[in-house]
């Protein structure tokens, strides 16, 4: 599967993003697909998942304020971020795994998007 991350930007604290990840070559409805953010200097972390039939997690930092979705038949997932905070900036990842229950473990993840960059001004 090919991955296409999309929807980045320079948005004020406070306000919204949506990020996109397509995906192509092979039905996303067999992946489970996460969102990571790598920050200036500092190591990819997990932001959120979504198992191949819509159950999420999202990390304690970011509950409430993001949202992960996904419509299969689209082959698309989402990440709704909303409240943004300087915190969040960094280069968002998509990345998509075979373990379609979904993870955290960054390591699962074979197939990733080639990054959208996200920047919140405080």
């Known amino acids: 599967v090919q991955l296409q991350a999309s929807g980045g930007g320079l948005v004020q604290a406070g306000g919204s993003l949506r990020l996109s990840c397509a995906a192509s070559?092979?039905?996303?409805?067999?992946?489970?697909v996460a969102w990571f953010r790598q920050a200036p200097g500092q190591v990819r972390t997990f932001v959120a998942t979504i198992s191949g039939r819509g159950s999420t997690y999202h990390r304690d930092s970011v509950k409430g304020r993001f949202m992960l979705s996904r419509d299969n038949a689209e082959n698309t997932a989402w990440l709704q971020m909303n409240s943004l905070k300087a915190e969040d900036t960094g280069v968002y990842y998509c990345?998509?795994?075979?373990?379609?229950?979904?993870?955290?473990?960054?390591?699962?993840?074979?197939?990733w998007g080639q990054g959208t960059q996200v920047t919140v001004s405080s």
């Open positions: 070559g092979d039905p996303l409805s067999r992946y489970a």
């Open positions: 990345a998509a795994s075979t373990q379609v229950g979904g993870t955290s473990d960054i390591g699962a993840y074979e197939y």
